[in-house]
């Protein structure tokens, strides 16, 4: 199985939601779609699922065109930020109401249901209504419901974002196993550029409707593309120094070390990170994060360095990378 983008673009008025997407998302392969908020994240999923009608492009799933098919033909398992639950239904309900749609026999619904219940530790479950679960357990209703649509590829869209960090961390190793691990191609849209990067096989990043670049979670941080992919991807943010004769400097604050000599630096406040710590430091190029184990005993007043070869290098007209030999 594949999912094809070709040139797809939404239009609203005279703006381009999403500007001419070309992507392909291999057989049991993650893609998360990461940006910003108003990037158009969720609206590729929308034309990718069919509920939106793109202005141009194409959609192609297992090489058929599916750009004019309706929505409940494509076969697609989608999981929303909002859980999508009929509330007047309990959980059993919910799941059965699609496999009934489909026609398939009162005896298999069961079948079905109850094996799914189970495999998603809902089975206590069954008979409850979704305002009488947690958010976690809605979010598993959610991705059982994908699960029995035996779908062709499935869009997850922001599947988490109303969860606590907490469990978010719980359900992401459940996810990989139910859904991320099966045959079939799977988009996942987030604004969260960790969850993209411990979800994802690769991340499309978009900025203004357009692809800033694609590649693996460690491509995208070793060799952004870009200034805008460099500051989106990395926690804490990546030092961007001031223009200095047409190139823009920036270095990863694991990269920055304490020396006995070199840029003065004041510690103007700290943030701790468990075995991390990162120090904000007042300096003649601006506020630098600095990032260190949370052990070490740092005094208020330091010299800092790094090695030229940690230095990423982006052209200070076009914001894009240019080599590391400059």
């Not at 697609?76 to 026999?105: C, D, E, T, W």
């Amino acid at each position: 199985m594949t999912l094809l983008l070709q040139n797809l673009s939404k239009r609203i008025d005279k703006n381009w939601i999403v500007n001419n997407l070309n992507l392909k998302v291999n057989d049991s392969e993650c893609m998360a779609i990461l940006g910003p908020s108003g990037c158009g994240k969720s609206t590729t999923l929308r034309l990718i699922a069919g509920l939106d009608k793109p202005t141009h492009g194409q959609v192609f799933i297992n090489d058929i065109d599916v750009t004019n098919i309706s929505p409940v033909k494509r076969r697609i398992g989608m999981v929303f930020q909002s859980y999508a639950l009929f509330p007047h239904l309990s959980v059993s309900a919910n799941l059965k109401l699609g496999l009934k749609i489909r026609g398939i026999s009162e005896k298999e619904q069961s079948q079905k249901v109850n094996s799914i219940l189970s495999i998603m530790h809902l089975s206590n479950l069954a008979k409850r209504l979704p305002s009488e679960l947690s958010g976690g357990q809605r979010q598993r209703v959610a991705l059982a419901r994908a699960l029995l649509r035996d779908p062709l590829i499935y869009l997850l869209d922001e599947p988490m974002s109303n969860l606590d960090a907490q469990l978010r961390e719980e359900l992401r190793p459940e996810i990989r196993s139910l859904i991320l691990n099966g045959d079939q191609p799977v988009l996942y849209v987030t604004h969260d550029q960790q969850e993209a990067m411990a979800m994802a096989d690769k991340i499309a990043l978009l900025k203004d409707g357009k692809i800033e670049q694609v590649g693996t979670p460690h491509e995208l941080y070793t060799k952004p593309i870009s200034v805008f992919t460099a500051s989106f991807i990395g926690r804490p943010q990546i030092n961007i120094l001031p223009e200095s004769k047409g190139i823009i400097k920036a270095i990863r604050p694991e990269n920055v070390l304490i020396k006995q000599q070199g840029i003065e630096a004041k510690v103007h406040h700290r943030e701790w990170f468990g075995v991390n710590q990162v120090l904000f430091l007042k300096t003649h190029l601006g506020i630098l994060r600095l990032s260190c184990e949370s052990n070490k005993n740092v005094s208020d007043h330091i010299h800092i360095g790094w090695e030229k070869i940690h230095e990423h290098h982006f052209n200070a007209h076009t914001k894009m990378r240019i080599t590391n030999d400059v």
